[in-house]
C-alpha cells in the first residue's frame, strides 16, 4: 500500500508539473526568414502565389515523393486551397490564399496530422534595384499541452531550416528563368482635344505620389463643387520632362473637365488643352512597372527614327480602390508631337 501511495504521489507531481508546464511554456510561435533574389518581383511572386510553382521549390515536397496533393478553386486565386496528405514526414493538412497584393501574400495553413494546429502564413516581397527580397514567415499558436515541446526542442530552428532550404531553391529557379520580354502594341492615334485642370511643379521622384495624392484631391473637390463644371474623365499626369540623372521630373498632375467654354478661376491650378496626333500604348498591370511601356515606346521611337516626344500623358482608367486585381489595372499612354496649348 506504502508503494501505491508513493507512485500516486508521483503520478500527481508528474500530472501538476504538466498543468504547470503548459501556462509557462509559450503559446505562440513566430518565425521569419529571407533571401535576395536578382530578380524583379513580378518574376518572383507568381513562384509564391501559384501553388502549381511552388511545389517546385517547397522543402517538404521531396519528403515524400508518393504523398497526395490535390486543390480545390483556381491557382492564384484567393480562397483557393491545396490540400496534403503523405508520411510521417509531412503529415496531412491544407493551404488557403486569403489575400495578396503585389507586395505581400497571406495564407491560412491548417495542420491536421501528425498534431492539429492553424498558422498564418505569409510571403514579403520588396523590390530595389532589380533584386527582390523575399520575407517567408508565420505566425501560429501551439493549443496546450503541446506547447510543452517549445521547452524541449526550438520548433523555429527545425522549421526555419527548412524555410531557408525551400528560398535557396526558389532563388535557384528564379534565377534561373529568363522573363519573356513583354510586347507591347503601339498605335497611332488621334486625341480628341481636352481641356485640363493641372497643378505643375519640378519634384523629385521619390515626392511623386505625395504630389499626385494631394493634388488629385485638391482638384477633384474643386471641380465637384461648381454645378457648372463637369468631369469628362479619369486623372492623369502630363510629363514634360524626365530627368532620370538627377531624379527630377517637371509633371503635371490633371483632371480634364468641361465647362461648356465658361471661364473659371481654379486658385492655384492652371487650364491647359491636349490633343492631336499621338502614339498610344494601353499598359495593364501595377503602377510600379509603369517604367517598361515607356522604355518599349522609346525604343519604338528610335528604331523608326521619330523625334522624341514634347510631352507625354498617363491616363488612369482603372481605380484601384474597386479593382484589387492589379493585371486590370490600365493605363492608357500617349506621347503627343505637339505641346499642349496653356
Given amino acids: 500500500m506504502k508503494a501505491l501511495k508513493i507512485i500516486g504521489i508521483i503520478v500527481l507531481i508528474l500530472i501538476l508539473t504538466v498543468i504547470v508546464l503548459t501556462f509557462v511554456a509559450p503559446t505562440d510561435i513566430k518565425l521569419e526568414r529571407s533571401v535576395e533574389i536578382n530578380a524583379q518581383k513580378e518574376l518572383v511572386h507568381k513562384h509564391l502565389l501559384y501553388f502549381e510553382n511552388s511545389q517546385k521549390w517547397s522543402p517538404w515536397a521531396e519528403l515524400d515523393p508518393n504523398q497526395k496533393t490535390w486543390m480545390e478553386g483556381e491557382d492564384g486565386a484567393v480562397g483557393t486551397t491545396f490540400f496534403w496528405e503523405g508520411n510521417e514526414d509531412v503529415g496531412k493538412g491544407k493551404q488557403e490564399i486569403i489575400a495578396f497584393t503585389d507586395d505581400k501574400i497571406e495564407t491560412t495553413v491548417t495542420f491536421i496530422e501528425p498534431f492539429e ?16 527580397t523575399v520575407t517567408w514567415g508565420f505566425d501560429s499558436k501551439m493549443p496546450r499541452p503541446f506547447n510543452i515541446m517549445c521547452l524541449f526542442m526550438d520548433i523555429t530552428e527545425s522549421v526555419g531550416k527548412d524555410y531557408e532550404k525551400g528560398l535557396a531553391k526558389l532563388k ?60 469628362t474623365g479619369q486623372p492623369c499626369a502630363i510629363y514634360y520632362d524626365w530627368d532620370e540623372e538627377n531624379q527630377m521630373t517637371d509633371v503635371a498632375a490633371a483632371i480634364p473637365y468641361n465647362s461648356d467654354d465658361k471661364n473659371f478661376k481654379f486658385d492655384n491650378y492652371t487650364t491647359v488643352k491636349l490633343g492631336g496626333k499621338a502614339l498610344k500604348i494601353a499598359y495593364y498591370g501595377n503602377y510600379e512597372n509603369l517604367a517598361k511601356p515607356h522604355m518599349a515606346m522609346d525604343e ?43
Fill in 117 to 132: 494546429s492553424l498558422a498564418q502564413g505569409y510571403f514579403l516581397l520588396n523590390e530595389a534595384d532589380g533584386k527582390t
Fill in 172 to 231: 535557384e529557379i528564379v534565377e534561373s528563368e529568363k522573363p519573356a520580354k513583354k510586347e507591347y502594341t503601339i498605335e497611332t492615334v488621334q486625341f480628341e482635344e481636352k481641356t485640363f485642370l493641372t497643378h505643375r511643379e519640378k519634384i523629385s521622384f521619390n515626392d511623386m505620389q505625395t504630389f499626385f495624392s494631394q493634388h488629385f484631391g485638391g482638384m477633384y473637390g474643386m471641380l465637384t463643387q461648381n454645378k457648372e463644371v463637369q468631369i
Fill in 300 to 342: 519604338y521611337l528610335k528604331n523608326n527614327n521619330l523625334p522624341m516626344s514634347h510631352v507625354v500623358l498617363e491616363e488612369y482608367i482603372t481605380d484601384p480602390t474597386t479593382e484589387a486585381d492589379t493585371s486590370k489595372w490600365l493605363t492608357n499612354i500617349y506621347y503627343f508631337e505637339s505641346k499642349p496649348t496653356e
